[in-house]
Structures are given as C-alpha cells and as structure tokens.
C-alpha cells in the first residue's frame, strides 16, 4: 500500500512540472544548400514544416548559405542564415511553455553590405498566442537593421500568455520613387529561447 501511495505522489508531483519550451533548427542548417547552384533558397518552407514545429517563409523570405549571395560573410552559427528581403517574414512555431513565466529570445541579425545605401530593413520580431495576443521582442517598437556584414547579438524578454506562441520575425523596408518596396536584405541566425530564471539558452 505504501509503494502505491508513493507512486501515486511521483505521477501527481511530475504532472505540475512544465516542459521547457525548445526552439529547433534555430541556426537555420537542417535545409542542405549544397545541391542548390545559387545557394539559397526563397520560401524555403518543405511539407512538414508546420506539423514539425519548423520555420515558415514569406515568398521573399528563406534561407542562405554564408556564400549565396556576392559579398558574403561567414554564418554566425554553421553555414546558412535566415534570409529577410524586401517585406517578408520567417515564423516558428514554439510549444511547452507555462503562462505568467517571462522568457528571453536571443538571435543574430546583420544587413546586406550590398545594400547599405538604401539603408537598413526594419525588423520587427514579435511572440504572439493563439488567440491573437502580440509581444514585440524587446518591448516597444521595431528597430532598424544597420550594422552590415557584421553580427549583432540581440535579445528581449516577453511573459508568456499561454502555452504556445509563434515567433515572427517580420522585415519592412522604404519604398523606391515608385512606391515600389527597396530591395534591402537582412540576414538572422542563431536564435535561441530560455526562461529568464534559467541558464544557457537552448538552440
């Protein structure tokens, strides 16, 4: 009797314990470039994307190599990078996590250098619940992209409202004399989640 008690007290105990929520892919290499000649890759979305909790692209959203585009620069994490042109979102999906708990997004971002006279894109990177509620990543307005060629760490704290949220990372640029949007890219890699109370983020 007393095993089944205490059996009963671990089932009880471990259902109140909430899973940490894990980002995959957060470096954006489980897409094999290689066999692409350009070397990137728009809308990079496959079927499973969504059922498999990966990223999403906009038609001029995806992913590339360090070396997809002229002038280009070494992966802060592996070989590819998120790609952002024009106006255009990369999305992800993410479970497990407890509401009222604060948590904190790191990533990498960094501008095209080909592009750096029509100026940076504006990224703005939000969490938003199922029932529509959005978070801007840090707190407050989206900001604009200009270091070029070269990383910069980025990070925010949100509370969670609910258990899953989808993080968006969505890119806005000028409008050329035409009205039509500036062909401005911005890159992204190495993004990463943890709750605020604990240590290393996960990737």
């Keep these: 009797m007393k095993l089944v008690q205490v059996c009963l007290m671990v089932v009880v105990a471990s259902a109140s314990v909430w899973a940490e ?19 990137f890759k728009y809308h990079a979305n496959d079927e499973d994307s969504a059922r498999n909790r990966d990223w999403t692209y906009t038609p001029l959203a995806g992913v590339t190599r360090f070396d997809g585009f002229p ?16 106006e255009s979102e990369i999305a992800v999906t993410i479970e497990d996590f407890e509401p009222g708990k604060e948590y ?17 894109g504006t990224l703005a990177v939000v969490m938003a619940d199922a029932n529509g509620l959005e978070n801007l990543v840090p707190l407050g307005a989206a900001h604009v992209v200009s270091n070029f ?43 990463s989640i943890r709750a605020v109370s604990d240590g290393a983020p996960s990737n």
């Design 149 to 191: 060629n070269q990383w910069e760490r980025k990070s925010g704290r949100f509370t969670a409202t609910a258990p899953v949220h989808r993080l968006r990372f969505s890119h806005l640029v000028g409008k050329d004399g035409q009205g039509q949007p500036l062909d401005v890219t911005t890159f992204i890699d190495h993004v």
């Design 71 to 86: 002038g280009g620069f070494a992966a802060q994490d592996g070989v590819n990078m998120g790609l952002l042109q024009q």
């Design 21 to 39: 929520p894990v980002l995959y892919n957060g470096g954006f290499e489980k897409l094999d470039l290689n066999g692409i000649p350009s070397k």
């Design 104 to 120: 904190e997004v790191t990533w990498y971002e960094a501008g095209r250098k080909f592009n750096e006279s029509r100026g940076g």
